[in-house]
Structures are given as structure tokens and as C-alpha cells.
């Protein structure tokens, strides 16, 4: 039942690849960094899939290379409907995949929620801060790299 959700999710995230119109005409690289327990690197890119909303594929691997996980998120950017203008975004969503441990018994399936916020410095690059809570979320601060 795990895989079947995440080859699901991974499909639906690939099949929407094409697709724009989000809160921004294009594309985001999202890279943080999250400390405390479950300190990692973390990562995920943006694809505009309808109106204020995002797909994207993701990745955390943490800093002791205890565990990595490997899923796909999906973000409504709340930035119309708070009137707000560049250089912020705000987002909240959710993120579903799996985490793989050094041994079969720290593998588990993650289902979490996520809101964050995004201060543009120019088109290219933004300063990214994110919470998060469910099985495998913490948050965390980094940068958005645009295309």
C-alpha cells in the first residue's frame, strides 16, 4: 500500500510537469536546511500545476546519512487571497513518501503538513523559512532558487 501511494504521487507530480499558471509563471528550486533531531538537507522543486498551486518531487537526506526520504509535495500559495505583493509568498501544504533507514525497521511512510514563507531578494533568489508537523516534518531555513 506504501508504494502504491508514493509511485501515485510521483506520477501524478511528473504527469503535471508541463502545466503552469501558478502563483508564479515559473519554476522553483527549494533547498534548506532543518537542525534538531532530525537535522537534514532537504529539497524539492516547484511545478505550477493550476492557479496558486504546486507539485513537487522531494528529497531529505540527513546529515548523519542515517535516513533519507524520497516523496512529493503539494502547495497552495496564499498570496491572492492575502492580497500580498512580490517580494513575499506564502504557502501551506501537504507532503506524503517514504523514509528509508540504514536498517529495515526505521522504514516508514511520512504524511505531513508544511506552511511557509519566501522572501524574494530578486527573480532568481529567495530566502525561505518553513514549519512542519506529521510523522517526518520539521521545517527548516534555506533558499529558492527560480526559474
Same mark, same amino acid.
Given at each position: 500500500? %506504501?508504494?502504491?501511494?508514493?509511485?501515485?504521487?510521483?506520477? !501524478?507530480?511528473? #504527469?503535471? =510537469? &508541463?502545466?503552469? @499558471? =501558478?502563483?508564479?509563471?515559473?519554476? *522553483?528550486?527549494?533547498?534548506?536546511? #532543518?537542525?534538531?533531531?532530525?537535522? =537534514? +538537507? @532537504?529539497?524539492?522543486?516547484?511545478?505550477?500545476?493550476? %492557479? &496558486?498551486?504546486?507539485?513537487?518531487? #522531494? *528529497?531529505? /537526506? *540527513?546529515?548523519?546519512?542515517?535516513?533519507? =526520504?524520497?516523496?512529493?509535495?503539494? $502547495?497552495?500559495?496564499? $498570496?491572492?487571497?492575502?492580497?500580498? &505583493?512580490?517580494?513575499?509568498? +506564502?504557502?501551506?501544504?501537504? $507532503?506524503?513518501?517514504?523514509?528509508?533507514?540504514?536498517?529495515?525497521?526505521?522504514? $516508514?511512510?511520512?504524511?505531513?503538513?508544511? *506552511?511557509? /514563507?519566501?522572501?524574494?531578494?530578486?527573480?532568481?533568489?529567495? !530566502?525561505?523559512?518553513?514549519?512542519?508537523?506529521?510523522?517526518?516534518?520539521?521545517?527548516? +531555513?534555506? /533558499?529558492? !532558487?527560480?526559474?
Amino acid at each position: 500500500m %506504501k508504494r502504491l501511494l508514493t509511485l501515485f504521487i510521483l506520477a !501524478i507530480t511528473f #504527469s503535471f =510537469a &508541463n502545466v503552469a @499558471n =501558478a502563483q508564479e509563471d515559473y519554476s *522553483a528550486l527549494n533547498l534548506f536546511v #532543518s537542525f534538531g533531531d532530525h537535522a =537534514a +538537507i @532537504n529539497g524539492h522543486y516547484e511545478i505550477p500545476i493550476a %492557479k &496558486n498551486l504546486t507539485v513537487s518531487p #522531494s *528529497a531529505v /537526506v *540527513a546529515f548523519d546519512f542515517d535516513y533519507i =526520504a524520497l516523496g512529493g509535495r503539494l $502547495d497552495y500559495y496564499f $498570496d491572492s487571497l492575502f492580497k500580498l &505583493n512580490e517580494p513575499w509568498d +506564502i504557502w501551506g501544504g501537504v $507532503d506524503a513518501g517514504f523514509v528509508l533507514g540504514d536498517d529495515d525497521k526505521n522504514d $516508514d511512510f511520512s504524511l505531513n503538513l508544511h *506552511a511557509g /514563507v519566501e522572501y524574494k531578494l530578486n527573480d532568481t533568489w529567495g !530566502i525561505i523559512g518553513e514549519i512542519g508537523g506529521g510523522t517526518a516534518s520539521f521545517g527548516g +531555513i534555506g /533558499v529558492g !532558487i527560480h526559474f
